[in-house]
């Protein structure tokens, strides 16, 4: 085994399971690594449903269109990320704990792209939510039957495949709603939901052409050729809670939805907060919250950690494929740019760029061997880096963890500072030569 990546199945102590939801996932594949929850091939997200008081719903049972939740979400002080994620009434403020809903079960299957994992959902606690199409298809041919966004797609994506298989399709633009009606199949309705662009300026429609897009929405949902499920929008400075665009954002997109609901068009779910907003902005949560990267139990950004408890699941680790002892002076690596200044020992671990370790935190990133930190000395290579051991004890074979749950590991923010730039590339990037190993 090369190298391993792992997530331990880990339990919230002190929680009352009464007011708890309860997810148990686990997603990866390939070659060496230990995993427990969301992992590479793709970055996955989980739509926790938030339901809302009496007061705010509308004759169907669903929140009305323009309604948030209440100001007072009564966030835990702890969330504990891993192979059991537990939120301890992080939404459900004003629902009965008896109402509160759970992820019962996962299942694992072999998909194409190797082991996948699927949930079980109890009373519509959620959507999982993928990047493209084949993302979608790869859970659908591992077994999951579980509701399903597919949020980005560019022209010639397989709409057809995807609506066949019961997968809800994002448009951001009148030319891509017609594209998905006249790929689908006879007839199959889509399930669609509708992007606005409220500040972001990426991917969905803003000022006319939101309007051009609910209103052609309505009319095929009208004639029947289309069920519009949501609409949803993305924040860009969630992550800096004081930020004055969140405010303009969330504006915007209560706008949008009046749009909407002057449209005639009532969508079940409407969807705006991500990690950061999930922990600091509670009027964002509306009706689904997207975690993502609090599902690998990593905070969104340094400037909010701390409102919560998370805990990594995610830990990156190899097994020395060589040590020896080298005398003061010696030059290690690519371009000579360290040398020792005494006589040390030097670990080699079979990682690098090629796996996905971030080359631009060379000789500043740590790893963890026997509990202690040693520093990472010289070029990160494609396939391998070096690490100094000083003068403790090591032979090969042993274990260096780069980051993750073991004794004094850095973390993957660790690894990102070092790198300059955020945790999500840290645990997004790790490729196909990695072995996961899914525990819990």
Sequence with gaps: MKAELDTVEKTADGMDPGHAAALQVALGQSPDITTGSYLPPFFHQLYFWTPQPPDRLGRD?????????????????????????RFHRPLLAGVPAEKESRVETVERKEGRSGPLAFVTLAHRVMQEGVVTVEEALALREAGDTGPVLCWLAAPGAAYGAAVEHDVELTASSVEQLDEILHDAPTGRRPRVQLKVDTGLSRNGARGPAWDELVAAASRAQAAGKVEVTGVWSHLACADEPGHPANDQQETVFRAALDVVGEAGLEPQWRHLANSAALLTRPSAHFDLVRPGIATYGIDPDPAVAGIVDLRPVMTLRARLAQVKRVPAGTAVSYGHTWTTDRETTLGLVPLGY???????????????????????????????????????????????????????????????SAAGTIAYEVVTRLGDRVVRTHRG
């Design 61 to 85: 049972g669903h929140p009305r269109v323009g309604q948030g939740l209440i100001p007072d979400m009564g966030l835990p002080r702890r969330m504990w990320a891993g192979g059991r994620l």
């Design 354 to 416: 090629g796996d996905g370790v971030l080359r631009s935190a060379s000789g500043r990133a740590e790893a963890a061997h026997d509990g202690e930190r040693v520093p990472v000395v010289g070029r990160i290579c494609m396939d391998q880096l070096v690490v100094d051991l000083g003068d403790r004890p090591a032979r090969r074979g042993d274990v260096v963890t780069l980051f993750g749950a073991a004794p004094g590991a850095p973390t993957a923010q660790d690894w990102a």
